[in-house]
Nanobody, 123 residues
Framework: VQLQASGGGLVQAGGSLRLSCTISGRTFSNYAMGWFRQAPGKEREFVAGVTWSGGSGFYADSVKGRFTISRDNAKNTVYLDMNSLKPEDTAIHYC?????????????????WGQGTLVTVSS
């Protein structure tokens, strides 16, 4: 299984970005997907997750109301729409997959990881 993340970049506070992650090598719809992030000097943290069907999204309190996770199983792709970005959102963002239809917030619960894409929010 391979995950390829893209869409990071530099944006001003209050701006928006869309991250994408494409999975290959397995049947995408069998996996719950998640986005995590890691800022310099901090541990990796859960950002958002989505069930296999895309019917339910789960969010960290810090991004709730600003970020939206979605997936397109026909395109083997999961998205993270990030709005009202803040400087504290600056981090490397990783997509992850777990061979279950249930979302978990622990990074240990995910078997497969993308390479990460850097999001930098300037004040």
């Amino acid at each position: 299984v391979q995950l390829q993340a893209s869409g990071g970049g530099l944006v001003q506070a209050g701006g928006s970005l869309r991250l994408s992650c494409t999975i290959s090598g397995r049947t995408f719809s069998n996996y719950a997907m998640g986005w995590f992030r890691q800022a310099p000097g901090k541990e990796r943290e859960f950002v958002a997750g989505v069930t296999w069907s895309g019917g339910s999204g789960f969010y960290a309190d810090s991004v709730k109301g600003r970020f939206t996770i979605s997936r397109d199983n026909a395109k083997n792709t999961v998205y993270l729409d990030m709005n009202s970005l803040k400087p504290e959102d600056t981090a490397i963002h990783y997509c992850a997959a777990r061979s279950s239809r249930v979302v978990v917030t622990s990074s240990r619960g995910h078997e497969y990881w993308g390479q990460g894409t850097l999001v930098t929010v300037s004040s």
